[in-house]
């Protein structure tokens, strides 16, 4: 009797075990496995793309396009309102609320990566992928704060650790999150050698950890000419940081994922879907006092109407369909810049020409590089004269020359950069491009925004969901 007790019980016990078994199986979502387990490569794939997509693109460069007069802002709705100047856009929190989002939930998962790829995490040894990760993360920072101002940074991205993240002033944001962290990635992807720990999931550069390393001292030549402002003597540095990645092979970084297809470019899929942009009287005008060849693109003759966007111009603005625009949004397959070739050498152009050296090499290699991206972008249909070299060649070699080149470089789609820009020579009290919109002071107040407003998600909620 007792065995026969004894043998039940143990069936019983077996059920309970198996059927406990099936059920912690069942309740585990195996198709999107916890962060903690997914090896650092994979993770690296996303926080490129979204760092394209939605940082570097997005309402954050539709916007400035717009502010910077490179595009004119049309289709009766929300870039009607953005040319208008009408506070109820430019100053509104749920105007750059999803980019707001998407970066900040980039960089929670670039500080993952960075763990994982750290001592005692996951991957502990890939400096490779850690010197990528930690790239970006400096490439998103300096987006936010550029754009923002002060915003949370030290406790930002660490999932619950905090709900409420403290602002970090812009200073310190750069001095660690920016600079700081470009001198350990370029730590990192020296001590990388020929490490390929990412393969194909490094969607940019497949693993090379040296243009890696050429676009980390691109980025630190950029952000340090930023705080020129506050730091004049920092030129020289400028130009050493520009000239280390030029000699690590710097050749531009530009996402090309997209087949015009399957995936569009996201300037192309915008255009597409709203007729949002057209060509602004500002570039145009700056183009034809130039003979630049470029304006036949930039003011391509899309709905057989000969008809630009003046700034300001209430009526255009209300329009639809029926505006000029840069022949390159038609083209899906176009790539994104993360850091274009022509603006490394701008700002080493621009660097020079302010210390009194001579800068006319560096200036015609970007207005070539410039011309050749437009080239490429439109689907390699224009065919321009010696590829600019000539129109490169007869340019005075002045401050003022190589802003107004890289202003007019950049329409393509470096609108974020020619922003920073126009409010760093504003700075040192200088008017190199200037802006027509009769908008930007009204009532004797100045309309034009000189900081993008935070995301509605933070400042409608205590505990700033979009930072954690």
């Keep these: 009797m007792k065995n026969h007790i004894i043998i039940a019980l143990a069936s019983v016990m077996t059920i309970t075990s198996c059927s406990e078994g099936v059920m912690d199986y069942l309740n585990k979502d195996t198709s999107n496995p916890a962060v903690g387990v997914v090896p650092a490569k994979f993770s690296i794939t996303d926080a490129i793309m979204n760092s394209a997509f939605s940082t570097v693109s997005g309402s954050y460069a539709w916007y400035a396009s717009t502010f910077t007069e490179q595009e004119f802002g049309t289709g009766n709705n929300q870039f009607k309102n953005a040319e208008l100047r009408l506070k109820t856009e430019v100053a509104a929190a749920t105007t750059y609320n999803n980019e ?7 960089i929670a998962n670039l500080r993952n990566i960075i763990e994982k790829t750290s001592e005692g995490g996951l991957n ?16 998103n920072f300096g987006v936010l704060t ?13 999932g619950s650790k905090f709900l409420n993240p403290n602002i970090d002033k812009q200073e310190d944001i750069y001095n660690s999150a920016i600079l700081g962290m470009l001198d350990t990635a370029i730590n990192n992807l020296t001590a990388a050698g020929s490490a390929n720990n990412a393969g194909k999931q490094d969607i940019l550069f497949a693993g090379s950890t040296t243009k890696w390393l050429a676009f980390a001292y691109a980025l630190k030549a950029r952000y340090l000419l930023h705080t020129q402002y506050r730091n004049p003597s920092v030129l020289s540095s400028v130009i050493a940081a520009a000239n280390s990645a030029i000699n690590a092979g710097f050749d531009g970084v530009e996402l090309s994922v997209f087949n015009g297809v399957d995936c569009d470019n996201p300037w192309a899929a915008f255009w597409w879907s709203r007729y949002y942009t057209g060509s602004s009287a500002t570039v145009i005008e700056l183009m034809n006092a130039r003979n630049d ?16 966007g003046t700034p300001g111009n209430a009526e255009q603005a209300g329009e639809t369909q029926t505006l000029n625009c840069p022949a390159w949004l038609e083209n899906g397959a176009s790539t994104i810049h993360l850091f274009s070739k022509s603006e490394l050498y701008f700002i080493l152009a621009e660097a020079k020409a302010r210390l009194s050296q001579d800068a ?16 490429a972008a439109n689907d390699g249909i224009t065919d321009f004269v010696n590829n600019g070299a000539e129109y490169a060649a007869a340019l005075p070699v002045t401050v003022e020359e190589i802003m107004i080149q890289k202003y007019l470089s950049q329409c393509r789609d470096e609108q974020i950069e020619a922003y920073n820009d126009i409010r760093r020579c504003k700075a040192l009290g200088e008017e190199f ?3 027509q919109n009769p908008l930007n002071t009204q009532g004797g107040q100045n309309y034009w925004p000189e900081r993008f407003p935070y995301g509605n998600s933070s400042v409608i909620s205590k505990i700033g969901r979009a930072h954690v």
């Design 293 to 308: 060849e470029r304006v036949s693109v930039y003011n391509f003759n899309r709905f057989k109407e000969d008809v630009y």
């Design 146 to 158: 550029d754009l923002h101002g002060d915003i949370p940074c030290s406790e930002a991205g660490w």
């Design 124 to 139: 502990d040894g890939q400096v490779d992928i850690l010197g990528m990760a930690q790239t970006l993360f400096a490439l």
């Design 360 to 375: 006319t090499a560096d200036l015609q290699t970007a207005v070539i590089a410039a011309f050749d991206d437009v080239e």
């Design 100 to 106: 707001w989002n998407s970066t900040y939930s980039n």
């Design 433 to 435: 491009v200037k802006l």
